[in-house]
């Protein structure tokens, strides 16, 4: 069965603090790995990372795959208040599709 | 602002009835996905059209049933509704769906009560 797995569930940390968010998978035909942040509403995107290795980034954010260990980290630095959310992490398992399968989410919550 | 627009945003029925979501993807996108995002479940994978065609299907109950329009919008219609299908749907679109590596785009979501 195609899993993500994040941890930790939820995060409270103060503003200025680094956090670092974990994502592991288990899909059948592995093309993706894409992590979205949700606040209120929709899911909006941050990272896609196909290669093992590269780093990619965005301001304070950045997000790494290790595809032997079958793994992702979501890394924030310097966090602001603003940077409260829900962090997900999916992966679309199957060839000819796009349905994405999420992890349950990461509750991130940076307090002043 | 994704490009992804959903109507309507609130939505408040009573069992038994029967309720129609509608999407609109982004410019120049074929395929449409909808999802259903329930605290207790989590984002769940519903179904995926494109260009028309139903292309992949997720735990979607056989009471609903989705379907995309020649301009590329797509309706998600959900009969007998039950109280735990009380949740936020979503509808995502991206440009492709035959497999290429692409993002998916979500639009701000419908948030259906059932009481």
């Known amino acids: 069965e195609d899993k993500v797995v994040q941890s930790p569930l939820s995060l409270v940390v103060h503003e200025g603090d680094t956090v670092t968010l974990n994502c592991s998978y288990e899909v059948t035909n592995f093309r993706s790995l894409l992590w979205y942040k949700q606040e209120k509403k929709a899911p909006t995107f941050l990272f896609m990372l196909?290669?093992?290795?590269i780093e990619k980034k965005s301001g304070r954010l950045s997000s790494i795959l290790d595809k032997k260990e079958l793994f992702s980290i979501l890394n924030i630095t310097a966090t602001q208040t603003g940077d409260s959310a829900i962090y997900l992490c999916?992966?679309?398992?199957?060839?000819?599709?796009?349905?994405?399968?999420f992890g349950q989410g990461t509750r991130l919550t940076i307090n002043p | 602002d994704s490009g992804v627009t959903q109507t309507p945003k609130h939505l408040i029925t009573a069992t038994g009835q029967r309720v129609t979501l509608r999407c609109s993807p982004r410019s120049g996108d074929l395929s449409v996905y909808w999802y259903q995002q329930s605290l207790d479940q989590g984002l769940q994978f519903l179904i995926q059209y494109y260009n028309g065609e139903e292309r992949a299907k997720g735990n979607i109950l056989e009471r609903f049933s989705a379907q995309q329009f020649p301009d590329l919008h797509s309706e998600l219609n959900l009969s007998s509704l039950e109280l735990g299908d009380s949740a936020l749907y979503f509808c995502?679109?991206?440009?492709?769906?035959?497999?290429?590596?692409?993002?998916?785009?979500f639009g701000p979501g419908t948030r259906l009560l059932v009481l």
């Open positions: 196909t290669s093992s290795g």
């Open positions: 999916a992966a679309p398992p199957l060839s000819g599709a796009q349905k994405l399968v």
């Open positions: 995502a679109s991206s440009v492709g769906g035959s497999g290429t590596k692409e993002t998916q785009y």
